[in-house]
């Protein structure tokens, strides 16, 4: 059951950093690893650590330098990658206390 989220995860991960997009590779890969910088780099952290407490105000001063579409794209790498974080470190945490139990 582990491989099946892994592999599952891992797909979505290949399609968020690889598939077309409007924002970069490395842009998305920032956003996914939570290592961009500057104002974008604060919202993607701030949509990892406590996504509830983004602003409408936030949101609108990223649209100045950044369009819709690429916004939500870096939205959903940042978003994935706090998930598959919590997600692996979760399931090491099964792994270890119960190896291949089923």
């Given at each position: 059951m582990?491989?099946?989220?892994r592999?599952?995860?891992?797909?979505l991960?290949?399609?968020?950093?690889?598939?077309?997009a409007?924002?970069?590779?490395?842009?998305?890969?920032?956003?996914?690893h939570?290592?961009?910088?500057g104002?974008l780099g604060?919202?993607?952290?701030?949509?990892?650590?406590?996504a509830?407490r983004?602003?409408?105000?936030?949101?609108e001063?990223?649209?100045?330098h950044?369009?819709d579409?690429?916004?939500?794209?870096l939205t959903?790498c940042?978003?994935?990658?706090?998930?598959?974080?919590?997600?692996?470190?979760?399931?090491?945490a099964?792994?270890?206390?119960?190896?291949?139990?089923?």
């Amino acid at each position: 059951m582990h491989d099946d989220a892994r592999r599952l995860a891992g797909r979505l991960e290949r399609r968020l950093l690889d598939g077309p997009a409007v924002s970069s590779q490395a842009e998305r890969a920032a956003a996914f690893h939570g290592t961009a910088e500057g104002p974008l780099g604060d919202y993607e952290r701030q949509v990892e650590q406590a996504a509830f407490r983004v602003t409408a105000e936030q949101v609108e001063a990223l649209r100045r330098h950044h369009a819709d579409d690429a916004l939500f794209e870096l939205t959903l790498c940042a978003a994935h990658g706090a998930a598959r974080r919590r997600l692996d470190a979760g399931l090491r945490a099964l792994d270890e206390a119960f190896g291949d139990q089923p």
